[in-house]
């Protein structure tokens, strides 16, 4: 079953307009959802995970349990955000990755 | 800041062949894992491992697979008669416990010709 959906595969803003890269996910219980950066060549690294409530490099997600939605939004998208993003839940001990979207913000 | 490492970072190998892929997590944390994402797919969830065995596995994580964390510090994936669909990047991540968050490594892009 198809947990986390992450419909934009590909997304490109200029810099300094806003951004929101989407996520929807399917779970029944209470969701553990987490955003996830990978920028060029880099590994993996932990952007966001809703219980924290954080801002980190200007992002922010909110977790909306009526539309199962946790999309991930910055008012300024600046050229270094340029990434690929993945939206994660997990249940359990696994991590459930979304198909990631890839973003590029244009100078 | 502590990071998970993963050797080789790129891993070419012949159908058949056994392969090791190495990793040494965070000494501190205490759950490793295996992910995978084959080019242009999501990343997929292999298997956990906590207290010397494995806790959980996906269904891709089939006989051809095993996990060993030989001398307290390295994990290891090992796929024993790889197979061209095997081609793809292997994720090894780790945390402090059931409290998350995964810390993972670059990757091994293993590539079976």
């Known amino acids: 079953a198809q947990r986390v959906t992450q419909p934009e595969k590909l997304l490109s803003v200029f810099k300094g307009a806003p951004v929101e890269l989407k996520c929807n996910y399917s779970?029944?219980?209470?969701?553990?959802l987490f955003w996830y950066v990978q920028y060029s060549r880099q590994r993996l690294q932990l952007l966001l995970r809703?219980?924290s409530r954080e801002s980190i490099k200007g992002f922010t997600a909110d977790l909306n349990k009526g539309e199962t939605s946790f999309h991930l939004k910055k008012p300024f998208a600046q050229e270094e955000d340029s990434a690929m993003y993945y939206c994660?839940?997990?249940?359990?001990?696994?991590?459930?990755f979304g198909t990631g979207t890839s973003l590029t913000v244009i100078p | 800041e502590p990071e998970v490492t993963q050797t080789p970072s790129h891993q070419v190998t012949q159908m058949g062949q056994e392969v090791i892929l190495r990793c040494v997590p965070i000494?501190?944390?205490?759950?490793f894992y295996w992910y995978r994402q084959i080019l242009g797919q999501k990343v997929e969830f292999l298997v956990s491992?906590?207290?010397?065995?494995?806790?959980?596995k996906s269904e891709i994580f089939d006989d051809q697979f095993s996990v060993e964390r030989p001398d307290g510090s390295n994990f290891t994936l090992k796929i024993r008669s790889t197979k061209l669909e095997d081609s793809a990047m292997y994720f090894c991540?780790?945390?402090?416990?059931?409290?998350?968050?995964?810390?993972f490594g670059n990757g091994t892009r293993l590539t079976v010709t």
């Open positions: 991540a780790s945390s402090v416990g059931r409290v998350r968050p995964l810390h």
């Open positions: 809703h219980i």
């Open positions: 491992f906590y207290n010397n065995e494995i806790s959980e």
């Open positions: 779970y029944s219980g209470s969701p553990e």
């Open positions: 994660a839940l997990v249940t359990g001990n696994q991590f459930y």
């Open positions: 000494s501190n944390h205490l759950y």
